[in-house]
Protein backbone atom coordinates (compact mmCIF):
# COMPACT_ATOMS: atom_id res chain seq x y z
CA UNK A 1 0.00 0.00 0.00
CA UNK A 2 1.46 3.19 -0.88
CA UNK A 3 -0.33 6.63 0.05
CA UNK A 4 0.67 9.98 -1.91
CA UNK A 5 3.01 12.32 0.29
CA UNK A 6 0.47 14.74 0.40
CA UNK A 7 -2.63 13.03 1.49
CA UNK A 8 -0.31 11.57 3.96
CA UNK A 9 0.43 15.13 5.60
CA UNK A 10 -3.28 15.96 5.50
CA UNK A 11 -4.36 12.85 8.17
CA UNK A 12 -3.85 12.73 11.60
CA UNK A 13 -1.55 10.84 13.64
CA UNK A 14 -4.50 7.93 14.68
CA UNK A 15 -6.35 8.20 11.07
CA UNK A 16 -6.82 4.15 9.99
CA UNK A 17 -5.34 4.86 6.87
CA UNK A 18 -1.92 5.21 8.85
CA UNK A 19 -2.68 1.68 10.55
CA UNK A 20 0.79 -0.30 9.90
CA UNK A 21 2.52 2.40 8.19
CA UNK A 22 3.54 4.52 11.36
CA UNK A 23 7.54 3.42 12.76
CA UNK A 24 7.54 1.58 15.95
CA UNK A 25 10.19 4.38 16.36
CA UNK A 26 7.96 7.55 15.79
CA UNK A 27 5.36 5.77 17.89
CA UNK A 28 7.43 5.38 20.89
CA UNK A 29 8.81 8.93 20.65
CA UNK A 30 5.19 10.37 20.30
CA UNK A 31 4.73 8.23 24.03
CA UNK A 32 7.50 9.22 25.51
CA UNK A 33 7.13 12.90 25.12
CA UNK A 34 3.67 12.40 26.35
CA UNK A 35 5.19 11.18 29.76
CA UNK A 36 5.85 13.88 32.77
CA UNK A 37 9.41 14.58 33.23
CA UNK A 38 9.50 12.52 36.77
CA UNK A 39 8.26 9.26 34.63
CA UNK A 40 10.78 9.95 31.81
CA UNK A 41 13.36 10.18 34.87
CA UNK A 42 12.07 7.09 36.78
CA UNK A 43 11.97 5.19 33.33
CA UNK A 44 15.59 6.20 32.55
CA UNK A 45 17.40 4.75 36.07
CA UNK A 46 15.40 1.43 35.72
CA UNK A 47 16.21 0.86 31.81
CA UNK A 48 20.37 1.95 32.85
CA UNK A 49 20.15 -0.31 35.57
CA UNK A 50 19.08 -3.48 34.37
CA UNK A 51 21.42 -2.78 31.48
CA UNK A 52 24.21 -2.97 34.27
CA UNK A 53 22.94 -6.12 35.49
CA UNK A 54 22.66 -7.63 32.13
CA UNK A 55 26.41 -6.52 31.77
CA UNK A 56 27.85 -7.69 34.89
CA UNK A 57 26.18 -10.92 34.54
CA UNK A 58 27.85 -11.15 31.02
CA UNK A 59 30.88 -10.55 32.87
CA UNK A 60 30.90 -13.27 35.60
CA UNK A 61 29.66 -15.92 32.84
CA UNK A 62 32.90 -15.55 30.65
CA UNK A 63 35.22 -14.82 33.64
CA UNK A 64 34.18 -16.56 36.57
CA UNK A 65 37.57 -18.05 37.45
CA UNK A 66 36.88 -21.29 39.83
CA UNK A 67 40.55 -20.92 39.91
CA UNK A 68 39.89 -18.25 42.69
CA UNK A 69 38.07 -20.18 44.75
CA UNK A 70 40.19 -21.95 47.42
CA UNK A 71 41.81 -25.16 46.99
CA UNK A 72 41.43 -25.29 42.91
CA UNK A 73 44.00 -26.57 40.55
CA UNK A 74 44.43 -24.07 37.42
CA UNK A 75 42.88 -25.97 35.19
CA UNK A 76 39.25 -23.86 33.65
CA UNK A 77 36.72 -25.46 32.24
CA UNK A 78 34.71 -22.61 29.97
CA UNK A 79 31.52 -23.83 30.05
CA UNK A 80 30.99 -26.25 26.68
CA UNK A 81 26.98 -27.24 26.77
CA UNK A 82 24.56 -24.93 25.11
CA UNK A 83 21.56 -26.12 26.90
CA UNK A 84 20.72 -27.83 30.05
CA UNK A 85 20.24 -25.80 33.39
CA UNK A 86 23.71 -23.84 33.38
CA UNK A 87 22.23 -21.22 35.63
CA UNK A 88 22.45 -24.56 38.11
CA UNK A 89 25.95 -23.03 40.28
CA UNK A 90 25.54 -23.76 43.75
CA UNK A 91 25.90 -27.24 44.89
CA UNK A 92 22.25 -27.59 46.31
CA UNK A 93 20.94 -26.53 42.74
CA UNK A 94 23.24 -28.59 41.21
CA UNK A 95 22.07 -31.33 44.02
CA UNK A 96 18.08 -30.77 43.01
CA UNK A 97 19.01 -31.56 39.15
CA UNK A 98 20.83 -34.51 39.66
CA UNK A 99 17.87 -35.76 41.89
CA UNK A 100 15.42 -34.40 38.72
CA UNK A 101 16.96 -36.47 36.48
CA UNK A 102 16.58 -39.38 38.78
CA UNK A 103 12.60 -39.01 39.35
CA UNK A 104 12.54 -38.76 35.76
CA UNK A 105 14.42 -41.88 35.03
CA UNK A 106 12.12 -43.45 37.64
CA UNK A 107 8.89 -42.06 36.22
CA UNK A 108 9.26 -43.01 32.60
CA UNK A 109 10.48 -46.78 34.56
CA UNK A 110 7.21 -46.63 36.36
CA UNK A 111 4.97 -45.66 33.84
CA UNK A 112 6.17 -48.35 31.18
CA UNK A 113 8.35 -51.01 32.42
CA UNK A 114 7.66 -50.82 36.38
CA UNK A 115 8.51 -54.61 37.84
CA UNK A 116 10.22 -55.26 34.64
CA UNK A 117 14.04 -55.88 34.80
CA UNK A 118 14.52 -52.64 31.89
CA UNK A 119 12.45 -49.98 30.69
CA UNK A 120 13.34 -49.10 27.22
CA UNK A 121 13.41 -45.49 26.79
CA UNK A 122 12.92 -44.58 23.48
CA UNK A 123 9.77 -46.48 22.55
CA UNK A 124 8.57 -46.70 26.13
CA UNK A 125 8.66 -50.34 26.47
CA UNK A 126 10.23 -53.16 28.08
CA UNK A 127 12.63 -55.91 28.82
CA UNK A 128 13.17 -58.57 31.14
CA UNK A 129 16.45 -59.37 29.94
CA UNK A 130 18.26 -60.52 33.34
CA UNK A 131 15.03 -63.21 34.21
CA UNK A 132 12.35 -60.89 35.33
CA UNK A 133 13.50 -59.96 39.06
CA UNK A 134 12.59 -56.22 38.27
CA UNK A 135 16.77 -55.45 38.39
CA UNK A 136 16.38 -51.74 37.35
CA UNK A 137 13.72 -51.19 40.43
CA UNK A 138 15.59 -53.32 42.91
CA UNK A 139 19.04 -51.60 41.66
CA UNK A 140 17.34 -47.51 42.69
CA UNK A 141 15.89 -48.69 45.80
CA UNK A 142 18.88 -46.73 47.79
CA UNK A 143 18.99 -44.40 45.56
CA UNK A 144 16.17 -43.27 45.90
CA UNK A 145 16.42 -43.47 49.60
CA UNK A 146 19.31 -41.33 49.41
CA UNK A 147 17.69 -39.02 47.19
CA UNK A 148 15.10 -38.40 50.09
CA UNK A 149 12.41 -39.65 47.51
CA UNK A 150 10.43 -41.21 50.17
CA UNK A 151 7.11 -41.72 47.92
CA UNK A 152 9.27 -43.60 45.08
CA UNK A 153 10.76 -45.72 47.22
CA UNK A 154 7.67 -47.08 49.15
CA UNK A 155 6.12 -47.67 45.68
CA UNK A 156 9.61 -49.98 45.05
CA UNK A 157 9.69 -51.58 48.03
CA UNK A 158 5.75 -52.52 47.82
CA UNK A 159 6.81 -54.17 44.37
CA UNK A 160 9.90 -55.51 46.16
CA UNK A 161 9.04 -57.50 48.85
CA UNK A 162 6.80 -59.12 46.40
CA UNK A 163 8.48 -61.04 43.84
CA UNK A 164 9.75 -64.12 44.55
CA UNK A 165 13.43 -64.73 43.83
CA UNK A 166 13.14 -68.61 43.58
CA UNK A 167 11.98 -68.47 40.40
CA UNK A 168 13.09 -66.60 37.56
CA UNK A 169 11.77 -66.53 33.77
CA UNK A 170 11.18 -70.00 32.36
CA UNK A 171 14.63 -71.79 30.47
CA UNK A 172 16.50 -68.30 32.12
CA UNK A 173 20.13 -68.93 33.93
CA UNK A 174 20.52 -66.23 36.05
CA UNK A 175 24.40 -64.72 36.08
CA UNK A 176 25.21 -65.01 39.44
CA UNK A 177 27.85 -62.23 39.62
CA UNK A 178 25.28 -59.95 38.38
CA UNK A 179 22.65 -60.51 40.31
CA UNK A 180 24.81 -61.09 43.42
CA UNK A 181 26.29 -57.39 42.74
CA UNK A 182 22.99 -55.71 42.10
CA UNK A 183 20.15 -57.30 43.48
CA UNK A 184 21.57 -59.21 46.52
CA UNK A 185 23.04 -55.83 47.11
CA UNK A 186 20.18 -53.20 46.42
CA UNK A 187 17.84 -55.19 48.99
CA UNK A 188 20.31 -55.37 51.39
CA UNK A 189 21.26 -51.89 51.77
CA UNK A 190 17.65 -50.88 50.85
CA UNK A 191 17.14 -52.92 54.33
CA UNK A 192 20.11 -51.02 55.92
CA UNK A 193 18.64 -48.05 55.61
CA UNK A 194 14.88 -48.46 55.95
CA UNK A 195 15.16 -51.31 58.71
CA UNK A 196 12.20 -53.07 57.13
CA UNK A 197 12.67 -56.91 57.99
CA UNK A 198 10.70 -57.90 54.68
CA UNK A 199 13.49 -56.64 52.48
CA UNK A 200 16.23 -58.76 54.54
CA UNK A 201 14.32 -61.74 54.07
CA UNK A 202 14.12 -60.95 50.15
CA UNK A 203 18.14 -60.27 50.11
CA UNK A 204 18.50 -63.94 51.69
CA UNK A 205 16.00 -65.30 49.23
CA UNK A 206 18.33 -64.24 46.64
CA UNK A 207 21.51 -65.12 48.39
CA UNK A 208 19.86 -68.69 48.51
CA UNK A 209 18.69 -69.22 44.88
CA UNK A 210 22.21 -68.21 43.91
CA UNK A 211 24.09 -69.83 46.68
CA UNK A 212 24.41 -73.29 44.55
CA UNK A 213 26.88 -71.52 42.32
CA UNK A 214 29.32 -72.80 45.05
CA UNK A 215 28.49 -76.25 44.42
CA UNK A 216 31.66 -77.22 42.65
CA UNK A 217 34.63 -79.62 43.37
CA UNK A 218 36.71 -76.94 43.72
CA UNK A 219 34.56 -74.28 45.64
CA UNK A 220 35.08 -71.77 43.06
CA UNK A 221 31.99 -70.65 41.48
CA UNK A 222 30.07 -71.57 38.20
CA UNK A 223 29.30 -68.77 36.68
CA UNK A 224 25.32 -68.80 36.28
CA UNK A 225 23.00 -70.84 38.24
CA UNK A 226 19.49 -72.48 36.78
CA UNK A 227 17.60 -71.29 39.69
CA UNK A 228 14.23 -72.54 38.75
CA UNK A 229 15.71 -76.02 39.05
CA UNK A 230 17.79 -74.61 42.18
CA UNK A 231 20.94 -76.06 40.84
CA UNK A 232 23.92 -74.14 38.93
CA UNK A 233 24.80 -74.86 35.16
CA UNK A 234 28.11 -76.61 34.62
CA UNK A 235 31.21 -74.73 33.13
CA UNK A 236 34.74 -75.33 32.88
CA UNK A 237 35.99 -71.76 33.59
CA UNK A 238 34.58 -68.06 35.01
CA UNK A 239 36.06 -65.21 35.00
CA UNK A 240 37.96 -63.60 37.87
CA UNK A 241 35.12 -60.80 38.70
CA UNK A 242 32.43 -63.01 38.24
CA UNK A 243 34.61 -65.20 40.77
CA UNK A 244 35.81 -62.75 42.78
CA UNK A 245 32.81 -59.80 43.19
CA UNK A 246 30.16 -61.68 45.19
CA UNK A 247 32.43 -61.49 48.60
CA UNK A 248 31.06 -58.21 50.04
CA UNK A 249 27.70 -58.93 49.84
CA UNK A 250 27.77 -62.88 50.73
CA UNK A 251 29.56 -61.10 54.29
CA UNK A 252 27.02 -58.72 54.86
CA UNK A 253 24.26 -61.17 54.29
CA UNK A 254 26.24 -63.55 57.01
CA UNK A 255 26.78 -60.14 58.82
CA UNK A 256 22.88 -59.35 58.95
CA UNK A 257 21.36 -63.18 59.26
CA UNK A 258 24.20 -64.24 61.87
CA UNK A 259 24.86 -67.47 59.23
CA UNK A 260 28.48 -67.53 58.48
CA UNK A 261 28.21 -69.91 55.41
CA UNK A 262 27.96 -67.36 53.29
CA UNK A 263 30.41 -65.25 54.40
CA UNK A 264 32.69 -68.83 54.44
CA UNK A 265 31.77 -70.03 50.69
CA UNK A 266 32.63 -66.63 49.50
CA UNK A 267 36.19 -66.38 51.68
CA UNK A 268 37.20 -69.84 49.96
CA UNK A 269 37.61 -68.43 46.38
CA UNK A 270 39.78 -65.54 48.06
CA UNK A 271 42.14 -68.16 49.61
CA UNK A 272 42.32 -70.23 46.58
CA UNK A 273 42.94 -67.39 44.62
CA UNK A 274 45.76 -66.27 46.79
CA UNK A 275 47.54 -69.53 46.62
CA UNK A 276 47.58 -69.78 42.92
CA UNK A 277 50.62 -69.32 41.24
CA UNK A 278 50.39 -66.19 39.31
CA UNK A 279 52.50 -65.01 35.94
CA UNK A 280 53.39 -61.96 38.40
CA UNK A 281 52.93 -61.30 41.71
CA UNK A 282 49.58 -59.61 42.65
CA UNK A 283 48.51 -59.65 38.66
CA UNK A 284 45.86 -62.76 37.84
CA UNK A 285 44.84 -63.50 34.31
CA UNK A 286 40.90 -63.30 34.25
CA UNK A 287 40.17 -67.06 33.34
CA UNK A 288 39.36 -69.49 36.76
CA UNK A 289 39.89 -73.41 35.90
CA UNK A 290 37.20 -74.31 38.12
CA UNK A 291 37.89 -77.63 38.80
CA UNK A 292 41.85 -77.07 39.66
CA UNK A 293 41.81 -73.36 40.76
CA UNK A 294 44.38 -72.35 38.20
CA UNK A 295 44.34 -69.21 36.34
CA UNK A 296 46.39 -69.99 33.20
CA UNK A 297 44.28 -68.19 30.28
CA UNK A 298 43.21 -64.61 29.57
CA UNK A 299 44.49 -61.64 29.54
CA UNK A 300 45.73 -59.32 33.02
CA UNK A 301 43.13 -56.14 33.28
CA UNK A 302 41.69 -53.59 35.40
CA UNK A 303 39.00 -53.32 32.34
CA UNK A 304 35.74 -55.77 32.15
CA UNK A 305 36.06 -59.13 33.84
CA UNK A 306 39.04 -58.48 35.95
CA UNK A 307 38.18 -54.93 37.78
CA UNK A 308 36.43 -55.44 40.86
CA UNK A 309 38.33 -58.49 41.67
CA UNK A 310 41.09 -55.56 42.84
CA UNK A 311 38.72 -53.65 43.74
CA UNK A 312 37.01 -55.75 46.20
CA UNK A 313 40.34 -56.53 47.85
CA UNK A 314 40.43 -53.20 49.51
CA UNK A 315 36.96 -52.53 50.07
CA UNK A 316 36.87 -56.18 52.60
CA UNK A 317 39.67 -54.48 53.96
CA UNK A 318 37.76 -51.45 54.96
CA UNK A 319 34.39 -53.41 55.14
CA UNK A 320 36.02 -55.34 58.04
CA UNK A 321 37.81 -52.61 59.52
CA UNK A 322 41.18 -54.52 58.87
CA UNK A 323 40.64 -58.08 60.27
CA UNK A 324 42.93 -59.75 58.58
CA UNK A 325 46.08 -58.82 56.91
CA UNK A 326 45.12 -61.01 54.11
CA UNK A 327 43.33 -58.40 52.16
CA UNK A 328 45.52 -55.37 52.33
CA UNK A 329 48.45 -57.38 51.48
CA UNK A 330 47.01 -58.85 48.31
CA UNK A 331 45.70 -54.98 47.01
CA UNK A 332 49.09 -53.99 47.63
CA UNK A 333 50.86 -57.15 45.68
CA UNK A 334 48.06 -56.12 42.74
CA UNK A 335 48.95 -52.14 43.12
CA UNK A 336 52.58 -52.32 43.00
CA UNK A 337 52.86 -54.40 40.10
CA UNK A 338 50.17 -52.70 38.32
CA UNK A 339 52.08 -49.36 38.63
CA UNK A 340 55.17 -51.40 37.75
CA UNK A 341 53.94 -53.29 34.36
CA UNK A 342 50.25 -51.55 33.32
CA UNK A 343 50.53 -48.06 33.73
CA UNK A 344 52.13 -45.48 30.75
CA UNK A 345 52.38 -42.50 29.75
CA UNK A 346 50.71 -41.03 26.48
CA UNK A 347 53.68 -40.27 24.29
CA UNK A 348 52.19 -36.87 22.80
CA UNK A 349 50.12 -35.63 25.71
CA UNK A 350 52.73 -35.60 28.60
CA UNK A 351 49.92 -35.14 30.99
CA UNK A 352 47.92 -38.32 30.17
CA UNK A 353 48.35 -41.78 32.07
CA UNK A 354 46.26 -44.96 31.70
CA UNK A 355 45.90 -48.70 32.24
CA UNK A 356 46.58 -50.73 30.20
CA UNK A 357 46.37 -54.51 29.88
CA UNK A 358 49.16 -57.64 29.62
CA UNK A 359 48.26 -60.65 27.96
CA UNK A 360 48.39 -64.11 29.91
CA UNK A 361 51.77 -64.57 30.81
CA UNK A 362 52.66 -60.21 31.66
CA UNK A 363 54.37 -59.93 29.57
CA UNK A 364 53.02 -57.88 26.39
CA UNK A 365 50.72 -54.95 26.81
CA UNK A 366 48.24 -53.42 25.07
CA UNK A 367 47.43 -49.90 25.34
CA UNK A 368 43.34 -50.06 25.47
CA UNK A 369 42.21 -48.21 28.46
CA UNK A 370 38.51 -49.08 28.98
CA UNK A 371 35.81 -46.50 30.37
CA UNK A 372 35.10 -49.72 32.65
CA UNK A 373 38.81 -48.98 34.44
CA UNK A 374 38.01 -45.18 34.96
CA UNK A 375 37.16 -46.92 38.13
CA UNK A 376 40.54 -47.22 38.77
CA UNK A 377 41.48 -43.64 39.93
CA UNK A 378 38.25 -43.96 42.71
CA UNK A 379 40.40 -46.68 44.46
CA UNK A 380 43.70 -45.62 44.13
CA UNK A 381 42.48 -42.69 45.89
CA UNK A 382 40.56 -44.30 48.58
CA UNK A 383 43.38 -46.74 49.01
CA UNK A 384 45.67 -43.92 49.40
CA UNK A 385 44.08 -42.73 52.38
CA UNK A 386 42.80 -45.54 53.82
CA UNK A 387 46.53 -47.65 53.70
CA UNK A 388 48.39 -44.27 53.62
CA UNK A 389 49.67 -44.62 50.21
CA UNK A 390 50.61 -40.72 49.17
CA UNK A 391 51.54 -41.78 45.63
CA UNK A 392 48.72 -43.63 44.60
CA UNK A 393 46.82 -40.33 45.17
CA UNK A 394 49.30 -39.10 42.38
CA UNK A 395 48.22 -41.80 40.37
CA UNK A 396 44.69 -40.95 40.83
CA UNK A 397 44.91 -37.83 40.20
CA UNK A 398 46.63 -38.40 36.32
CA UNK A 399 43.98 -41.03 35.28
CA UNK A 400 41.14 -38.96 36.84
CA UNK A 401 42.45 -36.04 34.54
CA UNK A 402 42.72 -38.99 31.51
CA UNK A 403 39.19 -39.74 32.01
CA UNK A 404 37.91 -36.97 32.11
CA UNK A 405 39.45 -36.33 28.73
CA UNK A 406 38.12 -39.15 27.31
CA UNK A 407 34.72 -37.21 27.80
CA UNK A 408 35.88 -33.81 27.36
CA UNK A 409 37.28 -34.30 23.88
CA UNK A 410 34.30 -35.73 21.99
CA UNK A 411 31.90 -34.32 20.08
CA UNK A 412 29.13 -34.82 22.89
CA UNK A 413 31.15 -34.63 25.73
CA UNK A 414 30.23 -38.54 26.73
CA UNK A 415 33.14 -40.50 26.93
CA UNK A 416 33.81 -44.02 25.05
CA UNK A 417 33.66 -47.32 25.77
CA UNK A 418 38.05 -47.64 25.47
CA UNK A 419 40.16 -45.78 23.82
CA UNK A 420 43.48 -46.64 22.22
CA UNK A 421 47.08 -45.37 23.01
CA UNK A 422 49.85 -45.00 20.88
CA UNK A 423 52.58 -47.08 22.50
CA UNK A 424 55.46 -45.01 21.69
CA UNK A 425 56.06 -42.34 18.96
CA UNK A 426 56.88 -44.95 15.66
CA UNK A 427 54.95 -47.79 17.33
CA UNK A 428 51.29 -48.19 18.35
CA UNK A 429 48.09 -50.79 18.23
CA UNK A 430 45.85 -50.14 16.09
CA UNK A 431 44.45 -53.75 15.53
CA UNK A 432 40.36 -53.67 16.38
CA UNK A 433 40.66 -57.40 16.20
CA UNK A 434 38.57 -58.85 18.79
CA UNK A 435 41.27 -61.83 18.77
CA UNK A 436 44.47 -60.24 19.73
CA UNK A 437 44.69 -57.42 21.45
CA UNK A 438 48.34 -57.79 21.65
CA UNK A 439 49.10 -57.01 17.69
CA UNK A 440 51.60 -54.13 17.49
CA UNK A 441 50.80 -52.77 14.17
CA UNK A 442 53.61 -50.15 12.63
CA UNK A 443 51.98 -46.46 11.88
CA UNK A 444 52.65 -43.97 9.87
CA UNK A 445 53.06 -40.70 11.34
CA UNK A 446 50.49 -39.87 13.39
CA UNK A 447 47.83 -37.09 12.24
CA UNK A 448 47.60 -34.23 14.03
CA UNK A 449 44.07 -35.32 15.59
CA UNK A 450 45.57 -37.98 17.12
CA UNK A 451 48.42 -36.22 18.47
CA UNK A 452 46.17 -33.22 20.21
CA UNK A 453 44.17 -36.46 21.78
CA UNK A 454 46.94 -38.96 22.97
CA UNK A 455 44.96 -41.67 21.61
CA UNK A 456 42.83 -43.69 18.84
CA UNK A 457 39.19 -44.53 19.61
CA UNK A 458 38.70 -47.83 18.85
CA UNK A 459 35.73 -49.91 17.36
CA UNK A 460 33.51 -49.21 20.30
CA UNK A 461 32.46 -45.72 20.66
CA UNK A 462 29.44 -46.00 22.47
CA UNK A 463 28.43 -44.84 25.94
CA UNK A 464 26.11 -46.49 27.70
CA UNK A 465 25.48 -44.31 30.65
CA UNK A 466 28.42 -45.45 32.61
CA UNK A 467 29.50 -44.95 36.18
CA UNK A 468 33.02 -45.23 36.31
CA UNK A 469 34.16 -42.30 35.01
CA UNK A 470 31.82 -39.83 37.98
CA UNK A 471 32.51 -42.64 41.11
CA UNK A 472 35.74 -41.40 40.75
CA UNK A 473 35.28 -37.95 40.32
CA UNK A 474 33.28 -38.28 43.97
CA UNK A 475 35.69 -40.18 45.14
CA UNK A 476 38.46 -37.71 44.19
CA UNK A 477 36.31 -34.59 45.07
CA UNK A 478 35.66 -35.73 49.12
CA UNK A 479 39.38 -37.15 49.21
CA UNK A 480 41.27 -34.29 48.37
CA UNK A 481 38.52 -31.57 48.44
CA UNK A 482 39.16 -30.24 44.80
CA UNK A 483 36.63 -28.75 43.68
CA UNK A 484 37.40 -29.20 40.22
CA UNK A 485 36.02 -32.54 40.44
CA UNK A 486 32.65 -31.23 41.06
CA UNK A 487 32.92 -28.85 37.50
CA UNK A 488 34.03 -32.08 35.33
CA UNK A 489 31.20 -33.78 37.30
CA UNK A 490 28.52 -30.91 36.49
CA UNK A 491 29.83 -30.64 32.88
CA UNK A 492 29.35 -34.68 32.17
CA UNK A 493 25.86 -34.30 33.93
CA UNK A 494 24.54 -31.22 31.66
CA UNK A 495 25.97 -33.36 28.41
CA UNK A 496 24.32 -36.18 29.62
CA UNK A 497 20.92 -34.16 29.78
CA UNK A 498 21.98 -32.85 26.27
CA UNK A 499 22.07 -36.21 24.62
CA UNK A 500 20.92 -38.93 26.68
CA UNK A 501 17.72 -37.74 27.52
CA UNK A 502 14.46 -38.91 25.99
CA UNK A 503 10.77 -38.04 26.89
CA UNK A 504 10.26 -41.20 28.97
CA UNK A 505 14.23 -41.33 30.63
CA UNK A 506 17.30 -41.86 29.50
CA UNK A 507 19.18 -43.81 26.96
CA UNK A 508 22.43 -45.40 26.10
CA UNK A 509 24.41 -43.64 23.29
CA UNK A 510 26.12 -44.84 19.93
CA UNK A 511 28.82 -43.14 18.80
CA UNK A 512 29.61 -40.32 21.43
CA UNK A 513 31.53 -38.53 18.05
CA UNK A 514 28.40 -38.39 16.61
CA UNK A 515 26.05 -35.08 16.98
CA UNK A 516 23.28 -36.99 14.92
CA UNK A 517 21.21 -37.58 18.27
CA UNK A 518 18.44 -39.19 16.94
CA UNK A 519 19.51 -41.49 15.06
CA UNK A 520 22.13 -42.79 18.02
CA UNK A 521 19.98 -43.17 20.84
CA UNK A 522 20.33 -47.44 21.51
CA UNK A 523 16.61 -47.53 22.91
CA UNK A 524 18.87 -49.07 26.72
CA UNK A 525 18.95 -47.68 29.77
CA UNK A 526 20.90 -50.09 32.16
CA UNK A 527 19.62 -50.78 36.28
CA UNK A 528 23.36 -49.38 37.00
CA UNK A 529 22.61 -45.41 35.36
CA UNK A 530 19.83 -45.38 38.52
CA UNK A 531 21.91 -47.27 40.76
CA UNK A 532 25.48 -46.12 40.50
CA UNK A 533 26.05 -42.64 37.82
CA UNK A 534 22.92 -40.73 39.10
CA UNK A 535 23.89 -41.64 42.84
CA UNK A 536 27.83 -40.88 42.50
CA UNK A 537 26.69 -37.38 41.02
CA UNK A 538 24.17 -36.49 43.74
CA UNK A 539 26.88 -37.79 45.78
CA UNK A 540 29.34 -35.55 44.94
CA UNK A 541 27.29 -32.38 44.88
CA UNK A 542 25.93 -33.49 48.63
CA UNK A 543 28.22 -32.50 51.62
CA UNK A 544 31.27 -34.73 52.06
CA UNK A 545 29.66 -36.74 55.29
CA UNK A 546 26.50 -37.55 53.77
CA UNK A 547 26.93 -40.98 53.43
CA UNK A 548 30.99 -40.38 54.47
CA UNK A 549 33.32 -42.62 52.96
CA UNK A 550 34.50 -43.15 56.51
CA UNK A 551 31.28 -45.00 57.33
CA UNK A 552 30.49 -46.98 54.16
CA UNK A 553 32.22 -48.85 51.62
CA UNK A 554 30.31 -49.11 48.14
CA UNK A 555 30.32 -52.33 46.70
CA UNK A 556 30.85 -52.34 43.20
CA UNK A 557 27.22 -51.80 41.70
CA UNK A 558 27.64 -48.08 44.33
CA UNK A 559 25.57 -50.09 46.99
CA UNK A 560 26.87 -48.21 50.34
CA UNK A 561 27.22 -51.00 53.10
CA UNK A 562 27.42 -50.05 56.24
CA UNK A 563 31.46 -50.62 57.50
CA UNK A 564 31.18 -53.60 59.88
CA UNK A 565 33.24 -52.52 63.01
CA UNK A 566 31.07 -48.90 62.51
CA UNK A 567 27.17 -50.59 62.89
CA UNK A 568 28.70 -52.47 65.85
CA UNK A 569 30.17 -49.81 68.03
C1 LIG B 1 17.57 -24.47 36.91
O1 LIG B 1 18.00 -24.75 38.23
C2 LIG B 1 17.52 -23.84 39.19
C3 LIG B 1 18.11 -24.22 40.52
O2 LIG B 1 18.04 -25.60 40.76
C4 LIG B 1 15.99 -23.93 39.23
O3 LIG B 1 15.48 -22.99 40.15
C5 LIG B 1 15.44 -23.61 37.83
O4 LIG B 1 14.05 -23.79 37.83
C6 LIG B 1 16.06 -24.54 36.81
N1 LIG B 1 15.64 -24.18 35.48
C7 LIG B 1 15.24 -25.06 34.58
C8 LIG B 1 14.87 -24.51 33.24
O5 LIG B 1 15.19 -26.27 34.82
C1 LIG C 1 25.93 -80.32 44.72
O1 LIG C 1 26.02 -80.91 43.43
C2 LIG C 1 25.87 -82.32 43.42
C3 LIG C 1 26.05 -82.79 42.01
O2 LIG C 1 27.23 -82.33 41.48
C4 LIG C 1 24.53 -82.72 44.00
O3 LIG C 1 24.42 -84.12 44.05
C5 LIG C 1 24.32 -82.11 45.36
O4 LIG C 1 23.04 -82.36 45.82
C6 LIG C 1 24.58 -80.63 45.33
N1 LIG C 1 24.51 -80.08 46.68
C7 LIG C 1 23.80 -79.00 46.98
C8 LIG C 1 23.86 -78.56 48.40
O5 LIG C 1 23.16 -78.36 46.16
C1 LIG D 1 37.90 -29.31 27.70
O1 LIG D 1 37.73 -29.01 26.33
C2 LIG D 1 37.76 -27.64 26.00
C3 LIG D 1 37.56 -27.51 24.51
O2 LIG D 1 36.45 -28.24 24.10
C4 LIG D 1 39.08 -27.03 26.42
O3 LIG D 1 39.06 -25.63 26.16
C5 LIG D 1 39.32 -27.28 27.89
O4 LIG D 1 40.58 -26.80 28.27
C6 LIG D 1 39.23 -28.76 28.20
N1 LIG D 1 39.32 -28.97 29.65
C7 LIG D 1 40.38 -29.55 30.19
C8 LIG D 1 40.36 -29.69 31.67
O5 LIG D 1 41.31 -29.96 29.54
C1 LIG E 1 7.14 -42.07 25.77
O1 LIG E 1 6.68 -41.51 26.98
C2 LIG E 1 6.83 -40.12 27.08
C3 LIG E 1 6.46 -39.69 28.50
O2 LIG E 1 5.26 -40.30 28.90
C4 LIG E 1 6.01 -39.44 25.99
O3 LIG E 1 6.17 -38.03 26.07
C5 LIG E 1 6.50 -39.94 24.63
O4 LIG E 1 5.73 -39.39 23.60
C6 LIG E 1 6.43 -41.45 24.58
N1 LIG E 1 7.08 -41.91 23.35
C7 LIG E 1 6.56 -42.90 22.60
C8 LIG E 1 7.40 -43.32 21.43
O5 LIG E 1 5.51 -43.45 22.87
Redesign the pocket.
Known sequence: MSLEPTLRSELSDDHPLLNGQRTLRSHLKAKWYRLDRLSRVVFTLFALTMGAAIVSRVLIEVLDPFDLWPGNSRITIPPKVDDGNKTARTDKERREAVRSAMQHAWEGYRQYAFGHDELRPVTNSSNDKWGGWGVTLIDALDTLYIMELHKEFNQGVTHAVNVDFSKASKGYTTPFFEMIIRSLAGLLTAYEMSLDRRLLEKAQQVGDALF?AF?TSSGIPYPRVDVNA??AVPSSRVCLAEAGTVQLEYWKLSELTGNPKYHQAAQRVVDILDAAKKPYKGLYPIWIDIDSGEMNSGHITFGGQGDSWYEYMLKQHIYSGGATDQYRRMYEESIDSMKQKMVKRSVFDPKMYYVGDLDSSATRFSPKFQHLTCFVPGMLALGSKVLDRPDDLELAKQLTYTCFQMYNQTATGLGPEYVLFRDSKDMGLLSTNHDDDFAVVSLDKASDTEQADGYYLGYDKSYLLRPETVESLMILYRITGDKIYKEWGWQIFLDLEKWTKTDAAYSAYSDVTSTKRSSMLMDSMESFFLAETLKYLYLLFSPADYYSLDEYVFNTEAHPFKIMHRRNS
Open positions: PNGH
